[in-house]
């Protein structure tokens, strides 16, 4: 089922294979694949029992065998930076894990699949959920160490600098610096020491190329860290003395809500109607409480309400202001 559906999604695919992986793949020939499944099994039975550590070397033969299995990088990834990191007691061990994890996918399963959609929302999740969240204990550190990579390559407002050196380095880290910078002009003034505009550098690779549910996933995949960067994307705390520290970022509010705007016509729903709304009550606040843009937020204003289903009583510009929103009823 799998090799039937790689013609169409794997179209201009350029990667080549490492040498022990060409190997593997000719010596055991169809037999790759059974040998796979059974590996899965002992996953399973390795998750079960709650052995993580040795299900690095596991997950590592079995994308070895079957490279093309998006799960097996994204499971791979995912028990790295979830699992195995929170076992380790110091953060910055727990941030090595997490990096790892990061690499896998980036570095390569994205090398061996670059039209799987699916690894670049994974990789897209990992630094809004694990990076940019508050979940885990020591996300301070991860929050810290990224900024600091990311900061001498960027303006004081967290734009790309854009010069040859940086660009080497930015390639070091498989970050394209034109498309950073196409981004900077479709999306907005992004902060690039913020987790959520990394996730949203790899969410739009994986909504460039998905198709079907996929690209559902893809969409929520962008909207959701674009969101997040309009709520607290302006990084304006101090890296050297360790204090974190965000702000709205308005510059991304009309561009967040047109891809919003596009996912509710592509994919309607109630629940995702109500977001939206909710999106547009809050980003009608930053835009006249944080800048001296009242022309702006009054136009999204203007869209809040002509989006307002029946029934529910438009509320003042001023309401809004102060935090009304629909409810869920």
């Known amino acids: 089922m799998r090799r039937a559906g790689l013609p ?7 990667a080549s294979p490492p040498p022990v992986l060409n190997f593997v793949m000719a010596g055991l020939g169809g037999f790759r694949g059974i040998i796979a499944e059974i590996l899965w099994f002992r996953v399973s039975s390795l998750q079960d029992e709650g052995r993580y550590m040795e299900l690095v070397q596991l997950s590592d033969w079995i994308t070895m065998l079957d490279p093309h299995a998006a799960e097996a990088w994204a499971y791979n990834a995912w028990n790295m930076a979830y699992n195995i990191s929170i076992m380790m007691m110091r953060p910055e061990d727990r941030w090595r894990w997490i ?12 090398r061996l699949n670059p039209r799987e959609p699916r690894l670049y929302r994974e990789l897209a999740w990992l630094y809004q959920n694990k990076i940019g969240d508050n979940l885990d204990s020591a996300h301070l550190t991860y ?31 498989n970050l394209n610096a034109s498309r950073m910078k196409d981004m900077e002009k479709r999306w907005g003034a992004l902060d690039w020491r913020m987790p959520e505009s990394l996730a949203i550098y790899w969410a739009t690779q994986g909504w460039d190329v998905a198709t079907g549910n996929e690209r559902l996933m893809c969409s929520r995949a962008v909207y959701q860290p674009l969101m997040l960067s309009v709520f607290r994307g302006r990084f304006v705390g101090d890296i050297a003395h360790q204090i974190w520290r965000t702000e709205p ?14 996912a509710c016509r592509l994919f ?3 629940n995702m109607d109500l977001v939206h709304l909710r999106y547009r009550c809050k980003a009608t606040a930053i835009l006249s409480t944080t800048t001296h843009r009242p022309e702006a937020a009054h136009r999204l204003y203007d869209r809040l309400l002509n989006a307002l289903p029946k029934g529910i009583q438009s509320p003042t510009f001023e309401d809004v202001v102060k935090g009304w929103e629909p409810n869920n009823d």
């Open 8 to 14: 169409e999604a794997y179209a201009g695919y350029t």
């Open 99 to 110: 990096q790892s994890g990061i690499a896998l996918l980036r570095d390569q399963g994205l």
């Open 143 to 173: 929050k810290f160490a990224l900024a600091a990579a990311m900061s001498p390559l960027v303006n004081d407002d967290g734009t790309l600098n854009d010069t040859p050196e940086h660009r080497r380095a930015l390639a070091a880290m």
């Open 249 to 262: 970022n308005p510059d991304l509010v009309f561009s967040t809500d047109d891809i919003m705007t596009e």
């Open 268 to 270: 309607p729903s109630r």
